[in-house]
Each structure stands twice: as C-alpha cells, then as structure tokens.
C-alpha cells in the first residue's frame, strides 16, 4: 500500500492551497481517508476525514468552515481544499487510509500514512 500527498508550498495569510493524496493497494479496499498534521514542536493532528462513500466527513475545529475534504474514487485520490489559511496551519500535512470505510478522528485507527506535504502560511 503506498499513499503519495502532493500539493503542498509556501503561501501568504488568506490564501489557498489544495492538497492531493493518491493511495494505490490492493488489499486498502474501500478506506476511510484522513487528513492529519503537525507543527514543529507539536504532537500530530487530526484535520479532516471522510468515509468510503463521501456521505460522511468530518473536521477539526480550527479548520471547519474553510477546508473542505473530497475524494474520487475512480481516481483513488482524496483532496483537501484550504482556504483562508493562517500561518497557524503550517505544519507537515499527512494523509492516511484505513481498512474500513467509516470515518475516524483518531491516529490510531489508520493503517497507512504517506509521507507527508510541507504547509507554510506567511504572515
């Protein structure tokens, strides 16, 4: 299983950024996706994630109202579109998949994390 985020780069206070995870695997199945990150000096995070299905998605409180996450399955991709961004939202963003298809806030119930896309928000 290999998930591979792309999209990442430096961009100023009230910007947007879209970020991409393409996940590939036979035996991931239908996952669950999410979206973690960490600052530097921080523990990781949970950002956003979504169900198999797309009918269920859920967010963190600091970031609810301006990213949104979406996946295309005939794709196996999962995107996550920030907007507004502050420079608090800079840290390394993961996405990560789970064998079920539900949504999940928790590290602990992901598989399979990729290696990471580097945010940066200048004041």
């Known amino acids: 299983v290999q998930l591979q985020a792309f999209g990442g780069g430096l961009v100023q206070a009230g910007g947007s950024l879209r970020l991409s995870c393409q996940y590939s695997?036979?035996?991931?199945?239908?996952?669950?996706m999410g979206w973690f990150r960490q600052a530097p000096g921080k523990e990781r995070e949970f950002v956003a994630t979504?169900?198999?299905?797309?009918?269920?998605?859920s967010y963190a409180d600091s970031v609810t109202g301006r990213f949104t996450i979406s996946r295309d399955n005939s794709k196996n991709t999962v995107s996550l579109q920030m907007n507004s961004l502050q420079p608090e939202d800079t840290a390394v963003y993961y996405c990560?998949?789970?064998?079920?298809?539900?949504?999940?806030?928790?590290?602990?119930?992901?598989?399979?994390w990729g290696q990471g896309t580097e945010v940066t928000v200048s004041s």
């Open positions: 990560a998949a789970k064998r079920a298809t539900s949504i999940s806030t928790m590290a602990r119930y992901y598989d399979y």
């Open positions: 695997g036979v035996t991931l199945g239908r996952p669950g």
């Open positions: 979504i169900s198999w299905s797309g009918s269920n998605r």
